[in-house]
C-alpha cells in the first residue's frame, strides 16, 4: 500500500541554517504529493505541492520538488528563522477507486526547533 | 479568503458522555474529511463525506457518527466517550472535481476526564 516516510525529528537548527527534511514515499499510481505545516496549538496549514513528477512546490521560502525516479520529496529552506518552528508532516494524496475521495497518507511529522 | 469553520474549538467532556462537533467547509467544496490528532501523532483519517453522502471510512469507532448536511456542513457525534477520545479533530475540505490537496479548519480539542 501507499506510505509516506519522513526523518525523524526533532531537528534543531541555528536561524539562518539550511533546512532539509528527508520525505520518501511508496505509492502505485501517480499520487500528489504535499507539505503540512502545524505551529503550536494550531491547525494544519498546507505549505506546498507538487501534482507530477518534476513539479517543485514553493511557499514562504520553502521549496521540494517531487522525484519519481528517488520517489521522494524532500522539503528545502535556504535560511530558516525562529518564526518558522513547528511541526512538518509529509503527505500524499490518492484515489482509493473513482468513486472515492482523494485520501491523505501521512508521514509521522518532523519537529522543527529554531534557536536564536 | 474563507476558511474552514470548526466549532467549539474547546470542548471538556466526562466518561460516558456525548460531544457533537461541527465543521463548516470552505464555501463551494463539496467534500468533507474528518481526523483524529493524538499528541505527538499525525492525524487519523476518520470518515468523508461527498455531496452529503458517506464516501469512505477510516478508523472511526462504532460510537462515532457522522453525517453532511444540505448546506455542506458536517457533524461528527461522539457518544459513550472515553479517556481515549481525548484529541485534536480536524475537519477538512476539498472540491472533488478540483486539486487533490485538502484544507484543514484550526480543530477542536476535546479533553475527556
Known amino acids: 500500500g501507499n506510505s509516506v516516510t519522513q526523518m525523524e525529528g526533532p531537528v534543531t537548527l541555528s536561524e539562518e541554517a539550511f533546512l532539509t527534511i528527508n520525505c520518501t514515499y511508496t505509492?502505485?499510481?501517480?499520487?500528489?504529493l504535499f507539505w503540512y505545516v502545524q505551529y503550536p496549538g494550531e491547525g494544519l496549514q498546507l505549505l506546498l505541492k507538487?501534482?507530477?513528477a518534476d513539479d517543485k512546490g514553493s511557499n514562504k521560502g520553502f521549496e521540494a520538488t517531487y522525484r519519481k525516479e528517488t520517489t521522494s520529496f524532500h522539503l528545502e529552506k535556504g535560511s530558516v528563522q525562529v518564526s518558522d518552528s513547528a511541526v512538518y508532516f509529509c503527505a500524499l494524496s490518492d484515489r482509493l477507486g473513482m468513486d472515492s475521495n482523494y485520501q491523505l497518507i501521512w508521514g509521522a511529522g518532523t519537529k522543527l526547533i529554531i534557536k536564536p | 479568503a474563507a476558511g474552514v469553520i470548526q466549532s467549539p474549538r474547546h470542548l471538556i467532556k466526562e466518561k460516558r458522555e456525548t460531544a457533537t462537533l461541527k465543521c463548516y467547509p470552505i464555501?463551494?467544496?463539496?467534500?468533507v474529511y474528518w481526523y483524529q490528532q493524538g499528541p505527538g501523532q499525525d492525524p487519523q483519517f476518520l470518515i468523508s463525506f461527498y455531496e452529503k453522502m458517506q464516501s469512505d471510512k477510516g478508523s472511526i469507532p462504532d460510537r462515532f457518527s457522522a453525517q453532511q448536511f444540505s448546506d455542506y456542513h458536517s457533524e461528527l457525534n461522539m457518544s459513550s466517550l472515553e479517556l481515549g477520545d481525548s484529541a485534536l479533530y480536524f475537519c477538512?475540505?476539498?472540491?472533488?472535481?478540483?486539486?487533490?490537496?485538502?484544507?484543514f479548519g484550526p480543530g477542536t480539542r476535546l479533553t475527556v476526564t
Open positions: 507538487a501534482t507530477k
Open positions: 477538512a475540505s476539498s472540491l472533488r472535481g478540483g486539486s487533490p490537496e485538502q484544507y
Open positions: 505509492a502505485t499510481g501517480y499520487p500528489s
Open positions: 464555501p463551494r467544496h463539496d467534500t
